[in-house]
């Protein structure tokens, strides 16, 4: 939104329903964010509270305009000599705000530390498909410690905070789907109580599930246009392959299940023996959700979903085909907003949603665009703090205006990693 649409009036002539642009630092005043619509008459006091004599409003986005000024003849004193008092309860919401900016910079640095695992993470996932033919006990060393670091992360405490991170270096996509696999199975075996041993089964049979790509031409398996029938056939035969690996690794027998079986689903439809429900194995059943990193990351950017209209049509499309009970439980951890979801706030803000807590899935982690402060300083709300503000609806990021979209960044190829605090 730009500075033109806004108008400088007094501020005795606020009301409810006005949106307006506080022209302070975020630092300098109590609300969430600069620009909002006031929606009680304590907003209008606070605001008077900070001694502002001036500010915008943009109509196009208020309900209401401007009082009338009002002339006041008993006035004693120039209002520049008047500095209204500051109440305890103004006093209190600029103290919490200084404690949640701390918190603020903890998310970030959480951020930070999670994209480093992840990205070292693709680089050991690149070395064991480069080895895992040759060396694989080797590979299944190096998958065995980096399962360990991520099942101690996620094993920490009840409470796991799922993050959006930034696209990984190109050329290690194909690596980066195996990881995210493993980290969305894994963190949904966890939703579902399993013991941390079954829990590492499931990511190491998510590590591996793809493995069996390794036998089939690149030309196929990295082919952005349509498949044809004969190519089809043969790249549905990479479970097949994924199995013969895991077997020659000397896997436990749920894994070898898992790479063997995660293309199968419950209504018979999935490849490579079209089996069906209770002949396929739970764990495989759980990591077949790989579906929705394909949705949101195929091989084509240009055929990519937003993590919104992915989970969507897991639940429209996909629904028959999935475990009812893995479905659920991971569209109930996801949220309808998963992270990397571009999304419109009921305050008018623009944000992306930036991470997800387990049991707080209305109530995303997002930063906000706002054009007067630097994009390294975007402020992230915790929609869990703001009652009066939610999700209104998701918008793609080709919808967004230039500024607005190199602001938030939507990421072309979505990353996830996790985070474990206290509840």
């Known amino acids: 939104m730009s500075s033109k649409e806004f108008i400088t009036i007094d501020t005795c002539q606020l009301r409810i ?18 620009r909002f619509k006031i929606k009680s008459k304590d907003q209008i006091a606070t605001i008077g509270e900070l001694n502002i004599k001036k500010i915008r409003y943009c109509p196009a986005k208020s309900d209401t305009s401007p009082l009338p000024i009002t002339s ?8 520049e000599e008047i500095t209204p008092p500051v109440s305890p309860e103004t006093q209190a919401m600029l103290h919490e705000k200084k404690e949640y900016k701390k918190r603020l910079e ?3 640095a959480r951020i930070t530390k999670c994209q480093k695992t992840i ?3 693709a680089r050991i996932m690149r070395r064991i498909n480069n080895d895992i033919l040759s060396k694989p006990q080797s590979c299944i060393d190096s998958a065995n410690q980096m399962l360990d670091g991520f099942l101690e992360t996620l094993m920490k405490n009840d409470t796991t905070v799922l993050f959006v991170l930034n696209d990984t270096h190109t050329g290690e996509e194909i690596y980066s789907h195996s990881v995210n696999v493993s980290v969305l199975a894994m963190l949904l075996a966890k939703e579902l109580k399993f013991p941390p041993a079954v829990i590492k089964q499931v990511g190491m049979g998510s590590l591996l599930h793809d493995t069996g790509k390794l036998e089939i031409p690149s030309k196929i398996t990295l082919k952005t246009d349509p498949l044809t029938a004969a190519e089809e056939s043969l790249l549905q035969q990479h479970p097949i392959y994924s199995e013969k690996i895991a077997r020659n690794a000397e896997l436990d027998t749920s894994i070898i299940d898992i790479v063997a079986q995660h293309h199968e689903y419950t209504n018979g439809t999935g490849y490579p023996h079209k ?4 002949e396929i194995n739970p764990l495989a059943q759980l990591v077949t959700i790989n579906l929705y990193d394909n949705l949101c990351n195929p091989i084509n950017p240009i055929n990519a979903l937003t993590p919104h209209e992915a ?7 996909y629904r028959d085909k999935l475990n009812t009970k893995t479905l659920q439980v991971f569209i109930k951890y996801m949220g309808i907003y998963p992270p990397g979801s571009i999304v419109a706030l009921s305050n008018g803000a623009i944000g992306i949603v930036v991470s997800v807590s387990s049991g ?6 997002l930063m906000v665009y706002d054009s007067e402060i630097p994009k390294e300083g975007a402020i992230l709300l915790d929609l869990e703090t703001l009652p009066d503000v939610n999700i209104s609806k ?4 080709a919808l967004l205006a230039p500024e607005v979209f190199s602001y938030l960044s939507p990421k072309k190829r979505v990353t996830y990693y996790f985070d474990a605090t206290k509840g």
Request: glycine share 4%.
């Open 72 to 79: 006041n003849k008993t006035k004693i004193s120039a209002p």
């Open 275 to 278: 089996l069906k429900e209770n």
């Open 311 to 317: 989970l969507s049509k897991l639940f429209t499309q």
């Open 394 to 397: 998701a918008i793609r990021p």
């Open 119 to 121: 990205t070292n993470a």
């Open 360 to 365: 707080k899935a209305l109530n995303p982690t």
């Open 17 to 34: 329903g006005m949106y307006i642009s506080i022209d302070l630092g975020w630092m300098d005043h109590p609300f969430p964010l600069n």
């Open 106 to 108: 903890q998310h970030r």
